[in-house]
Nanobody
Framework: QVQLVESGGGLVQAGGSLRLSCAASGGTFSNYAMGWFRQAPGKEREFVAA????????SYADSVKGRFTISRDNAKNTVYLQMNSLKPEDTAVYYC?????????????????WGQGTQVTVSS
């Protein structure tokens, strides 16, 4: 059983930056591909970014490509999401998730474990 705890959310002005962290415990972190998803009020949860177990493969939603960067540190059992040039439409609860699949996936159904989420609010 893998436990995931997100941190780093908060309130930021448009154009600003935040770095989210997700600390994993209870499993072998390097066995899992990791993903970030987000859910805005009244909307479905959507894919943001994913990274393979080694960090050698990444995938991004078109809406964040070029602004967000996903990375991981397997020695620290942590995955990060660096968010730059934030926009009001990035406002959402951000969730990290772990997938036992070998390759990265954009579908939430391919993820086995989820964190509780961290709120990101971008003011205009």
């Amino acid at each position: 059983q893998v436990q995931l705890v997100e941190s780093g959310g908060g309130l930021v002005q448009a154009g600003g930056s935040l770095r989210l962290s997700c600390a994993a415990s209870g499993g072998t972190f390097s066995n899992y591909a990791m993903g970030w998803f987000r859910q805005a009020p009244g909307k479905e949860r959507e894919f943001v970014a994913a990274i393979s177990w080694s960090g050698g493969s990444t995938s991004y939603a078109d809406s964040v490509k070029g602004r967000f960067t996903i990375s991981r540190d397997n020695a620290k059992n942590t995955v990060y999401l660096q968010m730059n040039s934030l926009k009001p439409e990035d406002t959402a609860v951000y969730y990290c998730a772990a997938s036992a699949a070998i390759v990265v996936h954009r579908s939430s159904g391919r993820y086995d474990y989820w964190g509780q989420g961290t709120q990101v609010t971008v003011s205009s």
